[in-house]
């Protein structure tokens, strides 16, 4: 007869197995449904604006003290966007109102931080006095030849309410406060089984070359550019175009060899400010090339928009672009939801879920998109649509939206749960079935025959 010997797995030993089984099966769950984006683009492009709309848009409001802490802020915005403007009434050879005199000294003598809890009434008056004097205004219709924050007409408008004793910053007033990004910054926010983490690497210009590699797993980037500034020059180099100096770094990271297949979400922002600017700043003084209507926002739009896609040297990534501007939270919502949409597709295509924790993203989605219906409906204000197609690099509306658009609010519940919400859910979900299984084996096979990339680390750290 054989002996046989019996070993007894040590119970501790096995609770202690089962937790770090249990503990890395939490992890593995958190990581795959993250999402890293990193956020880039020029100086004043909106980027720490985007932020705070995220913010205030996922339901995270200001509180008081944060509220407080904004006032020096705007308080000195004002102040310094005003010395620009007289400045540049000097160097113009323009001439103020006489009575003037004494609010362009204050104004001048200043320092460029505005401490304390009120705005200095005379700082109030001057800034007032001064923003109506005709001089001032002819200089702020040039303001392409000056270096003057976009909120400064904003700030000027609302000169008496932020001068007052029981001045309480607004969300506006937050959103349109400058302050020059430094270090790198996260911030989270969760849809639906997605958590987001955006990183803002604003500034650290001269060492971004050394660490931008360390991105290169994040999911998507979102590239904003403010295409108001075409007819502006660089604070850093006036014989620079800023939207030039856009291009070549837009350029840099699309065909960055760290992000070959990181899809790209393009902010073509502030395009108020853009269509103000086209009657009296030719496109075609700037971009020579343009053979369009000088004043038509759509083919100058266009213009721009085809030069930054154009770029883009690989023909499997996806570039999602978008008109914007990021100071209106409800329009900026509803394309946070399109790229919300661009994550889950991609997400999709990648084969990081099972097929069932695919129709439940796709469920969640569908309750989504019928949720930013409902608010758009009920507001009646006609949004970009939170729906945009695969490919496509506007924003146009979703065969869904002449479905269900025109119906009362009140009738969502019931046509969410009949026929919205499974036809939501087919939208997303049938097309990509038939490229689920393959999609790994395709891309071992593209990566032997996928052309070489240029790195342009040296316009890298620009960004």
Request: hydrophobic share 35%; charged share 25%; aromatic share 10%.
């Amino acid at each position: 007869m054989g002996c046989t010997t019996s070993q007894h797995e040590d119970p501790a030993a096995k609770a202690r197995n089962e937790a770090i089984e249990s503990q890395l099966k939490r992890d593995r769950q958190v990581l795959q449904n993250e999402v890293k984006m990193l956020l880039l683009g020029a100086g004043e492009s909106g980027k720490s604006t985007v932020l705070k709309q995220m913010r205030l848009i996922h339901n995270k409001p200001y509180d008081m003290d944060e509220r407080e802490s904004y006032k020096e802020i705007i308080f000195s915005n004002t102040v310094q966007s005003m010395r620009v403007l007289l400045e540049g009434v000097g160097n113009m050879g323009i001439q103020l109102d006489p009575s003037n005199r004494g609010r362009y000294d204050l104004i001048m003598s200043s320092p460029s931080q505005i401490e304390g809890d009120i705005m200095p009434p005379a700082l109030a008056d001057a800034v007032y006095g001064l923003w109506n004097d005709a001089g001032v205004r002819k200089a702020y219709r040039r303001r392409n030849e000056l270096q003057i924050n976009d909120s400064a007409p904003y700030y000027f408008n609302s000169i008496g309410r932020i001068g007052a004793t029981n001045f309480t910053p607004t969300d506006q007033d937050i959103l349109r406060a400058r302050v020059k990004t430094t270090g790198i910054s996260e911030t989270t926010f969760v849809i639906g089984d997605l958590t987001y983490k955006l990183f803002d690497v604003g500034g650290q210009r001269s060492e971004r070359k050394k660490w931008i590699h360390c991105f290169e797993s994040c999911n998507a980037i979102v590239f904003l550019v403010a295409i108001s500034e075409y007819d502006q020059k660089l604070y850093e180099d006036e014989s620079v175009n800023r939207m030039s100096e856009a291009l070549t770094l837009f350029d840099s990271i699309c065909n960055s060899r760290w992000f070959i297949r990181t899809s790209i979400i393009l902010f073509l922002n502030k395009i108020d400010i853009f269509r103000e600017k086209l009657p009296v700043s030719p496109m075609s003084h700037y971009f020579p090339e343009f053979r369009g209507d000088d004043q038509s926002y759509d083919q100058t739009s266009a213009f721009l928009l085809d030069k930054f896609v154009g770029l883009n040297q690989n023909l499997d990534k996806s570039i999602y672009a978008h008109y914007t501007c990021a100071t209106d939270t409800k329009a900026l919502s509803f394309v946070l939801s399109a790229v919300n949409d661009v994550i889950i597709q991609s997400n999709l295509r990648d084969c990081k879920f099972t097929d069932g924790q695919i129709l439940f993203n796709a469920i969640n989605f569908a309750d989504h998109v019928i949720l930013l219906s409902i608010q758009a409906v009920s507001s009646s204000v006609l949004c970009p649509a939170p729906l945009s197609p695969l490919h496509c690099t506007h924003n146009s509306c979703p065969p869904l939206r002449s479905l269900y658009g025109s119906f009362f609010p009140a009738c969502f519940l019931f046509v969410h749960h009949s026929f919205v919400r499974p036809f939501v859910v087919l939208y997303h979900l049938v097309p990509r079935l038939p490229t689920l299984r393959p999609v790994l084996c395709k891309t071992r096979l593209e990566d032997k025959r996928r052309p070489p990339f240029k790195d342009e680390t040296s316009n890298v750290d620009n960004v």
